[in-house]
């Protein structure tokens, strides 16, 4: 039920800023909204502001180019950069340089917004600079998504953090950052992943098999995974499963997919392959599912926790999504695969071991945080209220 969070006077305006380097950061500012709305929040009331692209189109452009090329042509690079500037200091000439995009925009944006709170899932914190300007002071979030803290989070004029495990928090604290000031919320995914369990009509909806084990092989929004039709392959070589391949948006992954593997598609009586595209509901296929393989993005990672899913982390690139593969290798949820017959063995193992299999789905459980979007958006207008009550005039 929604709280009475902000007056009827209140404009409850919130700003929340992502950038579109992949789909993660979206994705969590959409359950963030989503979860402000179920708290009575009004749509128009909620902005959603790609700040990098609308501050600088062409850099911006040229920017998500590099991050998405670099899975397959320059992995090793950025893994390099990201190395050399996990600790980085906001006032160092770089971590500056980066903070200043969409400096003047933001400033435009607050001053036509009057926003009363702002919320970043991506940490370009442009706004501290402009908060001295002709507006008063705003109540400012940074919502960290992933299991690896870059130091380019951490901003003194931040003023509360939202991260996804208490080790990250730990390491938020001796940063200097007091404890008070960070939640650990787990990192915001759809409301759907809600105590999600397997419904019958989602395995006829999909065409999948209630009746064998279903790996699910999600490629990324972009499909940029690796080796995925080699990972088929071997997959396919154990008669006992059901593999289903998420493609993404790219249409040529599916293609050459459906070129290479025609014989095992047109199998309507006994198909083990099935393809899609882009899913806006996985919740349901990781429903159905047994085991997730995928690249480890945060948001992707978080949804396969909270439905409990074994997760099998191929090829991880270096920086954020190999450190949070790491991560959730050292608690006993991930296990990381570098070729395709060494994931499917490794598959193959957990399926046909009931008790393996078990303890993975409870350790996946333990960490995921399927009510993060839920937490966020309440101690935001949490902050909300504080600030209007700081403003209004006593009375005695």
């Known amino acids: 039920m929604p709280i009475p969070i902000m007056s009827a006077n209140s404009a409850g305006r919130i700003l929340i800023i992502y950038a579109s380097y992949g789909d993660g950061h979206l994705q969590a500012a959409r359950a963030i909204r989503d979860a402000l709305e179920r708290q009575g929040i009004e749509a128009n009331r909620i902005k959603l502001?790609?700040?990098m692209a609308e501050a600088s189109p062409l850099l911006n452009e040229v920017s998500r180019r590099f991050y998405l090329h670099s899975y397959s042509k320059m992995p090793t690079l950025y893994g390099w950069v990201y190395d050399r500037t996990r600790p980085m200091k906001h006032d160092s000439l770089f971590g500056g340089w980066l903070h200043s995009f969409g400096r003047e925009k933001l400033h435009?944006?607050?001053?036509?917004?009057?926003?009363?709170?702002?919320?970043?899932?991506?940490?370009?914190?442009?706004?501290?600079?402009?908060?001295?300007?002709?507006?008063?002071?705003?109540?400012?979030?940074?919502?960290?998504?992933?299991?690896?803290?870059?130091?380019?989070?951490?901003?003194?004029?931040?003023?509360?953090?939202f991260v996804a495990t208490d080790d990250l928090k730990s390491e938020l604290?001796?940063?200097?950052?007091?404890?008070?000031?960070?939640?650990?919320?787990?990192?915001?995914?759809?409301?759907?992943?809600?105590?999600?369990?397997?419904?019958?009509?989602?395995?006829?909806?999909?065409g999948l098999p209630e009746d064998r084990p279903i790996v699910l092989v999600m490629a990324g929004a972009?499909?940029?995974?690796?080796?995925?039709?080699?990972?088929?392959?071997?997959?396919?070589?154990?008669n006992a499963v059901t593999v289903a391949v998420v493609c993404g948006r790219n249409e040529t992954l599916e293609d050459s997919l459906r070129s290479r593997f025609h014989n095992e598609l047109s199998d309507r009586m006994d198909r083990r392959l099935h393809l899609f595209g882009y899913v806006d509901t996985i919740h349901e296929l990781m429903a159905v599912a047994d085991c997730l393989v995928t690249k480890p993005g945060g948001i992707t990672l978080s949804e396969g926790l909270a439905a409990g899913l074994p997760l099998f982390i191929y090829r991880p690139v270096p920086g954020q999504e190999k450190n949070n593969a790491?991560?959730?290798?050292?608690?006993?949820?991930?296990?990381?695969?570098?070729?395709?017959?060494?994931?499917?063995?490794?598959i193959r193992s957990l399926l046909h071991n009931p008790?393996?299999?078990?303890?993975?789905?409870?350790?996946?459980?333990?960490?995921?945080?399927?009510?993060?979007?839920?937490?966020?958006?309440?101690?935001?207008?949490?902050?909300?209220?504080?600030?209007?009550?700081?403003?209004?005039?006593?009375?005695?």
């Open 49 to 51: 502001v790609d700040l």
């Open 173 to 206: 604290v001796r940063l200097g950052i007091v404890e008070r000031r960070i939640t650990v919320s787990g990192i915001p995914i759809k409301q759907s992943f809600n105590a999600l369990r397997p419904n019958a009509q989602w395995f006829a909806k999909y």
């Open 108 to 161: 435009r944006l607050l001053l036509s917004e009057r926003p009363d709170a702002i919320v970043y899932t991506f940490p370009v914190f442009a706004a501290p600079s402009s908060r001295r300007r002709s507006y008063p002071p705003i109540p400012t979030s940074a919502v960290v998504t992933d299991f690896d803290l870059h130091c380019r989070w951490v901003h003194p004029h931040v003023d509360r953090y």
């Open 326 to 346: 790491l991560y959730l290798h050292s608690k006993g949820a991930a296990h990381i695969a570098r070729h395709p017959q060494e994931l499917s063995d490794a």
């Open 222 to 238: 972009a499909g940029v995974m690796p080796d995925v039709p080699e990972v088929c392959e071997a997959l396919l070589q154990d």
């Open 355 to 396: 008790i393996a299999l078990t303890l993975h789905q409870q350790a996946a459980r333990m960490l995921g945080r399927s009510g993060a979007a839920d937490t966020v958006a309440l101690d935001i207008l949490r902050q909300c209220l504080i600030m209007e009550e700081a403003s209004s005039p006593t009375h005695y």
